[in-house]
Structures are given as C-alpha cells and as structure tokens.
C-alpha cells in the first residue's frame, strides 16, 4: 500500500485552545523554500502540544483514507542544517516546500512508519518527534529555485523522475531514513496500493474503528483542499500542453479571408449549370452502383446455386472413382481407334478403289462402244472412193465390239419380255452388265476386302468397338454429374470418337445399289438416335447441344463419303443409281438438325458436286446423230436405229436430272435440263424427224419429266422461258398434222400446251384452225 509522506504543519501558538475546531495553518504545497524561510511559524522547532495533535492528524489521516494516491509529496533528499547554525542536532529529514519539488515528490513507504502508525505502538511521545524538521538556508532555496526556473525554460515540463542533490556538507543523512528510502528516485510514483500483509491490514482496520468518532472534520477539509490542490495543478499542466498543441495546429489550417480577392459574377444559368453536371455525375454514379448492385445479386445467385449444387452432390469419393475410371476408359479408347484407324482407312481405299474400276469399267465401255458404232455408220455412208483395205481393217475392229453390244441387247430384250415389260424403248437401258470375267474378279476382290473388314475389331472388347456400349458410357456420365458433362463439350467429342467406327460400318455401303440398306437401318444410326433422345427427355437441359451429334456426324463422316460416291462413282445416264442416290441424299439433307451452320456447308458440297457431276454427263454421254432424211427414213435402217437409241438415252439423262426438282435449286435443274439438253440437244433431233406420232410420243415423254410444281400457278397463262424453243416446236408439229388431218395427234399437242402453261399460244392454235371442240380442254386445266 502506498503511504503519504510526512508533511511539515505550523506549530500552534501556546495560547491556543485544544478544542478540535482549532484551525491549523498548513504549509502551502506550492510555496518556494524561501518564503518559507521568511515565515516566522517556521523558523523553530514546533512545541510538543502541537507537534503531538499535528502527528496525531497524520495518523487518523492515514488511517482514515488508506489507500489514496498522493501526487505532490515526497521525502526530502537530504537532512539541511537548521538555521540557528547549531552542529550538534540529529540528523533527520527536511521537506522540500517548493512547489516543482512537491510535483515531482514520490512516495516512500516503510513498514517501521506503518508500525509507529498504530495505535498498539508503544513507542514514546519523545520518540515520535525525535526527528527535527530543518529549513534549508536561503542560497540552497535560490540555487533550487533557479534550476528549477532553468528546467521549465529548456523542457517546458518538470520532469518526474529529476533526482535533486543538495550541497550542503553540513547535513546527514539519517541511517535510519536512508534504509527505508529507495536508493534512486527514478522510479515513476504509484498511483495504486501496494500488497499489504495481513498484521499491516488488521492495524489499520483497528486504528479506523478507534479513530472514526474522533475525527476532525476541519482537518479533512483542509487534507482535502490540499490534495485537490496538487491533482488540479497537474491536471491544469497536462491540459495546458494539448491546448497549446491543438492551437499550434489550427492556427496553421486556419486560413485568413484576403477581402482584396475578386471572384467572378454568379449568375443562375452558371449555378444550374452545375448543379446539372453535378446530377450527370451523381446519375452516372447511380448507375454504376446499380450494376454493381445487380452484379453482386447475379453473384449471389450464382453462389447459391454452387453451394446447393455442392451440397447435393455426390460423395467426392465416388465422384472422384467415376471421373478416374471414366479418363482411363477414354485414354483406352482413343488409343484403340488410333490404333484401329490405320487398317479401317486402308479397308476404304480399297474398296473405293474397287467400285471406281468397275465404274470406270462401265463407262469406258460405253464411250468405246458408241465411239465405233458411229465410226461404223459413218463409214457406211462414206463414198465408194474409200479405201478397200483400210475399210476392212475398220469393219474387222469394230465387228467384234458391235456384236458384243447386240448380244447384249439380246439378253436384255429377253429378260423384259419374260417380266413382262413391252413399253420399254432401245436407248433407255443403262448397260452396265459385266463380263462373267469381270464379275468374278469383282467379286472376289470384294469378299476378301469384306474378310479383312471383319478382322479389324477382332480382337477389341466390345466397350471400345462397339458404338452403344460407347455411347452409354458417356450416357451414365450425363445422368450423374450433368454439369461437368455439358462442361467438357462432350457433344462436340462424339462425334470424332465415333467417325472411325461409323466409316468402318460404311465400308460395304454403297447408296447407289437399289437394294443397298438406308442410313436410317444402321446401327449405329438407331444407337445415336436413342442418345439424343434421353438427353432431351432431360427437361434441365431443353437447350441440349446433344442433338446436334447425329447432325455433326452426317456432315462429316457421312456427307464425305457419298460426295466421293457422287464425284467418281455415280452414272447419272443410270436411272436406277439415281434413284437411289436421291433416297439417300433427301434422308440426309431433310434431317432435322439445329446446326445450321454446318449442315448448310456440308449440304452445299453435295449439291455441288451433284451439279457438276450432272454437267459432266452431258458433255461426255449425250450424243444424238444427224443423218439425212433418205438414212433414217427407213425405220429398220442402221443409222435410224441409231439415232433413235441415242435420242431415247439422252431423253433419259433429261429425266434423271429433273427427279432433283426437290433437292436442287428450280433455276439450276431449268438451267441444266431445259437449257443445255432440251434447247442444245433433244429439240434439235426433234426438228430433224419426220412429223409423226412417234414425235408426238416424244414431246409427251419430255412432257411428263417437267416437274409439276413449275406450273402450278393458277394465273401463268405463258410458260417459263426456258421452254419457249419446245412450245415453237409443238405448234410447227400441230400445224403440219392439221394439214394431213391427223386429229389425235393435234389434240395430244394441245394439251402438252395446256399442261406446260402455254395458254395464249394454244388459244391462238384453235382459233386459227378453228379446232372449237378443243376449248374444253383448255377449260378444264383453268
């Protein structure tokens, strides 16, 4: 417990009454020692009556307010000599009274004060005041009051901690007082109590019971005013110093008005015009907080929809074994097909290769056998000045093939009169018959690519060669973790994982054989067609890019091969090859898809290489002869047969290439049947025969191949342009069959005119030839 220092009191006067309203005049705590000096109260030691009642308020004080921190006292250094100059007198110890002293006094506290405290002590009145209280001289006060004076100059402040020294030689330390002051005075004072051990505890709790009704309140009045006193001058101290810190720093903000300033006119349009700026910019600051607002909720929602994604989720373990099992089986799967893809690329060589040298076979057949029946009758209609041997050498070389050909012919004519087909005319076969020799060779060579294709996936698991094990593994992935498969694409994976085994599957498919099985009939069309049907049975998922595999996969697997089909394989003069081409490419083309893009190309590749292959044929396989009238008049002739045969061959390629009204673009099919064929080829053999029903029979033919759908407006009255050649053709015909009374065939003209569109000009036929019995006809196509 810390304790208050002694103090120094006023001595009472002798005559001065004992009575506890007696005041007693206390030491000005902050008064310099040298007013003290002066004080004649002082200058003596204190009577025995005072300084007894003086002790006795000390102890009541302490007893009464143990515990209270004391701010302004302390013990005096060192003993002064007392003033009277006298040597002899005991060393005890001084009080310091000036007022730096009393703020930078700290306690000292010693349990033999404590002890003589108490009431039980049985310590003597001469005992208690053996110690002498001693002023020090006035040059040690001056001295002390100057350095005192020269501190606050320098440092502004009084350090606590100064240890004052004084100079005396003539004053001693008490030997008692120096063992229970602290050595250095350095030590900050403390403001709490100190630890008390239990004896000190229940003395001071007797001497509060004993003194508590004998207390004096003027004493404590005093104490307190004194003790006030010292706590407002260092509250007042420290106060000072931030007062004077804050004004130091204001006084530096603080800016003074300069009236001698000139601002510049304030007008309202000036203050609207900023306040307007100010709203742009306060709007503009409004609408960035709002979409970071809205971000934030998209944020939100976002990590909503994670956490509850993760926390339905599967176990990560299992998850985890799913993700590893299923790399591993990809990783095995594509090695596989890497594996795999070199001998299923060489299978389709091989087999292209075959189908194209049996193609090419037919075709070059064709040319070489149409190339020497027309030299042969050429040369029949030569003059008799040509040379013996060389026409012998020519009969010799084209004999053989011509007798081929006729032989052919026979079998062919044979078989249609077994099946019953009398309508059939020479021309429109496609006399693509091989040899037994051919066949065989074709044949054998087939079936052993056949047997290699077999072998390819032999020794292959069926999870890695067959396409709906294959496709049910990624099924599994898409019912468990849904979003991390729509995450990795695998829509745009499947189809390369399944491009080697779709062409492996596609190696003996050929979409030109009549009989040949449909895409549709594939298996792994059917197991491509059931995964994209449960993916969109997945109502999360309505925007699945599934059902674009079975698009991708046509477009790039499928589309490419039946562009080779067309480029190197197709015969366009083979109404059967045609037929089933068109099947096959109206399968593909009006499939369903949402990959536009895509299919758009790919469609438009096929188309034109369709486009081109059809050009092709026209060039190379359309010739129709011009022989004179005397040559051909006679049916049965050599040179009539011929151009008939020639004429009925390109009619056909006329109505193959028409059969893609519904796939090819109108203006292409008009450009290619009607412009190059039509106009350039078939009409002009029709003007070079002789008028007749077999012409007739020819125009119905060309006729019936015009798609309907060009004429199926109600208000053309004139028909395309295109046929504008024909239509000129059939009423030269219809006119010179009038002349010869030739009354079926007229008609049968006039309603080809009807069906094509040409009203005005079938109009004008009747009323020429005042064919009124005709009109009918016309009224019944309006």
């Known amino acids: 417990m810390a304790h208050r220092p002694k ?14 309203g007696a005041q007693e005049t206390l030491a000005e705590p902050g008064a310099t020692g040298e007013q003290a000096a002066r004080d004649p109260a002082v200058e003596g030691p204190p009577c025995g009556r005072g300084h007894a009642e003086v002790s006795e308020l000390r102890r009541r004080g302490r007893g009464r307010r143990r515990g209270r921190a004391w701010a302004s006292s302390r013990h005096v250094a060192r003993a002064a000599p007392r003033l009277d100059g006298s040597s002899d007198v005991p060393e005890s110890r001084m009080v310091d009274l000036s007022a730096e002293e009393e703020d930078g006094a700290h306690h000292s506290s010693e349990s033999k004060d404590d002890q ?15 110690s002498v209280v001693n002023i020090p001289d006035a040059a040690f006060i001056q001295a002390t009051y100057r350095k005192c004076k020269l501190a606050k100059a320098q440092e502004d402040y009084i350090s606590l901690d100064v240890k004052h020294t004084f100079t005396n030689s003539g004053v001693k330390k008490n030997s008692e007082d120096s063992e229970s002051e602290p050595d250095d005075f350095k030590d900050i004072m403390p403001f709490t109590p100190k630890p008390q051990t239990l004896r000190q505890r229940m003395a001071e709790e007797t001497t509060t019971r004993n003194e508590e009704t004998s207390d004096d309140s003027q004493d404590e009045k005093n104490q307190d005013i004194w003790e006030q006193q010292q706590m407002r001058k260092a509250v007042k101290i420290t106060k000072g110093q931030d007062i004077d810190l804050s004004y ?21 349009e000036i203050i609207k015009k900023k306040l307007n700026t100010r709203l742009t910019l306060l709007q503009d600051t409004h609408r960035s907080h709002l979409r970071e607002y809205e971000k ?75 190339k020497h029946e027309s030299a042969y009758l050429q040369q029949l209609s030569c003059k008799p000045e040509t ?12 004999q053989s093939i011509l007798e081929e050909v006729e032989s052919r012919r026979a079998r062919r004519r044979q ?70 498969y729509y995450e990795a694409f695998i829509s745009l994976c499947i189809p390369k994982l399944l491009n080697p085994l779709i062409r492996f599957q596609l190696i003996d498919w050929n979409p030109l054989k009549f009989d040949s099985i449909g895409l549709k009939q594939m298996p792994w069309f059917t197991s491509v067609e059931e995964f994209i049907d449960c993916s969109m049975e997945d109502s999360k998922k309505e925007d699945s890019s599934d059902k674009k595999i079975l698009s991708t996969v046509i477009n790039k697997t499928v589309i490419p091969r039946l562009i080779g089909f067309v480029e190197f394989i197709w015969d366009p003069l083979s109404t059967t090859q045609t037929t089933s081409l068109i099947m096959q490419c109206r399968m593909i083309l009006e499939e369903q898809s949402t990959c536009e893009n895509e299919v758009n190309k ?13 050009k092709k044929a026209i060039e190379d396989d359309v010739f129709i002869p011009l022989y004179p009238k005397s040559a051909v008049e006679n049916r049965t002739s050599p040179h009539a047969k011929f151009q008939e045969r020639q004429f009925w061959s390109g009619l056909k390629l006329f109505g193959n290439i028409l059969l893609w009204n519904e796939l090819l ?107 009124d019995h005709l009109r009918s006809v016309i009224k019944e196509f309006e």
Request: charged residues 25%; proline residues 3%; contains cysteine.
């Open 602 to 614: 790919g469609k438009q590749d096929l188309l034109k290489s369709i486009v081109s292959r059809m």
């Open 296 to 370: 934030y909720i998209q944020d939100i929602k976002s990590s909503k929809s994670t956490i509850q994604n993760l926390e339905n989720s599967s176990n990560q373990a299992l998850s985890f074994k799913f993700y590893k099992s299923m790399k591993i089986y990809v990783e095995n799967l594509i090695d596989c097909l890497n594996e795999k893809i070199i001998s299923i690329q060489e299978i389709e060589s091989a087999m292209q290769a075959l189908l194209l040298k049996q193609a090419m076979i037919l075709m070059k057949r064709r040319q070489d056998e149409l």
């Open 387 to 398: 040379s013996i041997n060389k026409s012998l050498a020519i009969d010799e070389k084209t």
């Open 665 to 771: 673009p109108e203006d292409t099919l008009q450009e290619l049947g009607l412009g190059k064929l039509l106009n350039r080829y078939l009409i002009i053999a029709l003007v070079n025969a002789i008028p007749g029903p077999d012409v007739v029979k020819k125009c119905s033919q060309i006729a019936a191949y015009l798609p309907e759908k060009w004429f199926q407006s109600s208000a053309m009255r004139t028909s395309i342009p295109q046929l504008e050649n024909f239509i000129q053709f059939l009423l030269q015909s219809a006119r010179k069959l009038s002349r010869n009374e030739i009354r079926d065939e007229v008609k049968e003209i006039i309603l080809i005119l009807v069906k094509i569109k040409a009203l005005n000009q079938a109009e004008s036929f009747i009323e020429e030839y005042h064919l």
């Open 415 to 484: 078989a249609r009169a077994l099946s019953g087909n009398c309508t059939h005319e020479e021309g429109t076969s496609s006399d693509d018959e091989l040899s037994s020799a051919d066949m065989t060779d074709f044949q054998k060579s087939q079936g052993d690519i056949l047997q290699d294709h077999k072998k390819i996936f032999e020794d292959v698991h069926s999870d890695f060669c067959n396409i709906q094990n294959i496709l049910l593994k990624f099924q599994q992935w898409r019912e468990k973790f849904p979003d991390s």
């Open 248 to 268: 130091s720093h204001e006084s530096q903000t603080v800016k003074k008005f300069d009236a001698s300033i000139s601002f510049p006119p304030v007008s309202l």
């Open 7 to 20: 103090r120094t009191f006023r001595p009472r006067r002798a005559d001065s009454s004992d009575s506890d």
């Open 116 to 130: 003589s405290s108490s009431p039980n002590s049985s310590r003597t009145l001469e005992d208690e005041f053996s």
